[in-house]
């Protein structure tokens, strides 16, 4: 489960996508950021400066349980995580990013092109391995 927030401090959300001209079509990335909820929830609680108690407070539950949560000796359901981020004055979201297998197809012949010269130019890259013209092995002894 990805889980963030969108205002400024980022965690546990998708970072902005570079600008499309600095990088071919085929060759995009996106990093993602997993974040456990115990994680998310001692960050939240710091960011505003509060104790745990005052938290928990904010929160409408204990301190012995907001401890819990950002030990991960609990772990809170989805509508707790959410009240306790709300009770830090944050707003929690979830994020899908769908899954990069590799360059879309070649939408033309000149990309197809392209991607065979790129492939091309890598194999020339690889330093060629000369190997002896005399075949060097251990002498075998027959007795």
Not at 31 to 50: C, N, Q, T, Y
Not at 93 to 118: H, Y
């Amino acid at each position: 489960m990805n889980i963030g927030r969108r205002n400024g401090d980022a965690v546990g959300e998708r970072r902005s996508r570079r600008s499309a001209e600095s990088f071919p079509r085929y060759r995009r990335s996106d990093i993602l950021i997993v974040v456990e909820p115990a994680a998310l929830i001692r960050s939240v609680r710091r960011r505003r400066g509060l104790t745990q108690a005052e938290f928990a407070r904010l929160a409408g539950t204990s301190q012995p349980v907001v401890s819990a949560y950002e030990h991960g000796r609990r772990d809170p359901t989805f509508g707790t995580l959410q009240r306790l981020v709300a009770a830090g004055g944050e707003r929690l979201l979830i994020d899908t990013a769908m899954l990069d297998d590799g360059p879309p197809p070649p939408v033309d012949d000149d990309e197809r092109a392209r991607r065979l010269v790129d492939v091309l130019l890598l194999a020339d890259a690889i330093p060629a391995h000369r190997r002896s013209p005399v075949l060097r092995a251990p002498r075998l002894v027959s007795s």
